[in-house]
Nanobody
Framework: QVQMVESGGGLVQAGDSLRLSCPFP????????LGWFRQAPWREFVAGIN??????DYADSVKGRFTISRDNAKNTVYLQMNNLKPEDTAVYYC?????????????????WGQGTQITVSA
């Protein structure tokens, strides 16, 4: 069973930055669309990136502050989060969708990480 493992979470203050990383050790990493979701209390889409990295999508609440990227040579997806706000507090999950398209629906994703907690204090 292939596992995704997020890293980079923690406790920060409002206005701080964090970078999440999530390696996905599969042979055909380039064949997956990748996404980040968060849960507090329900799970919501944060950002997604297509197989090539040429197309990205963001939730309105994070647009302009968060950046998703991927390194197909390292089989890793990243989420750079700037100007964090208390409302960004949540458990963050990376996910992989074996179709090359890009979806905001969690049910379209086939692999999930265990989640990493981010807490932003005011």
């Amino acid at each position: 069973q292939v596992q995704m493992v997020e890293s980079g979470g923690g406790l920060v203050q409002a206005g701080d930055s964090l970078r999440l990383s999530c390696p996905f050790p599969v042979l055909n990493f380039g064949g997956f669309a990748l996404g980040w979701f968060r849960q507090a209390p329900w799970r919501e889409f944060v950002a997604g990136i297509n197989w090539s990295g040429g197309y990205t999508d963001y939730a309105d609440s994070v647009k302009g502050r968060f950046t998703i990227s991927r390194d197909n040579a390292k089989n890793t997806v990243y989420l750079q989060m700037n100007n964090l706000k208390p409302e960004d507090t949540a458990v963050y999950y990376c996910a992989a969708d074996r179709t090359v398209g890009l979806s905001r629906r969690s049910e379209d994703y086939d692999y999930w990480g265990q989640g990493t907690q981010i807490t932003v204090s005011a």
